[in-house]
């Protein structure tokens, strides 16, 4: 069984930074592309990064280029999101998901996690 466990939301103040992990198991977890995707309160789910297995292929959406970086453990069946200059439009629950997307509109897949929640706010 898939499961995928994320962690690190908070809340934080507009400029700051938080570090999002998921933790994955019930996969080949080095053999699977990983993405991370956020929903805001009353928005459609947003596709923010995907990163391939062996870490080498990265992409981000424009909304979050340059702030964030996503990045994967293949020992320890981790995916990060190293959040940086927040901004309160970055608020959202944040997932991960399996798979490689590069989207310019919402993310229709399935959210089968709890997610973790991150609000920017002063």
């Known amino acids: 069984e898939v499961q995928l466990v994320e962690s690190g939301g908070g809340l934080v103040q507009p400029g700051g930074s938080l570090r999002l992990s998921c933790a994955a198991s019930?996969?080949?977890?080095?053999?699977?592309?990983m993405t991370w995707v956020r929903q805001g309160e009353g928005k459609e789910v947003e596709w923010v990064s995907s990163i391939n297995s062996a870490g080498e292929n990265i992409v981000y959406s424009d909304s979050v280029k340059g702030r964030f970086t996503i990045s994967r453990d293949n020992e320890k069946n981790m995916v990060y999101l190293q959040m940086d200059r927040l901004k309160p439009e970055d608020t959202a629950r944040y997932y991960c998901?399996?798979?490689?997307?590069?989207?310019?509109?919402?993310?229709?897949?399935?959210?089968g996690s709890q997610g973790t929640q991150v609000t920017v706010s002063s």
């Open positions: 998901v399996k798979g490689f997307y590069l989207l310019t509109g919402p993310f229709t897949g399935s959210l």
């Open positions: 019930g996969f080949t977890f080095s053999s699977a592309s």
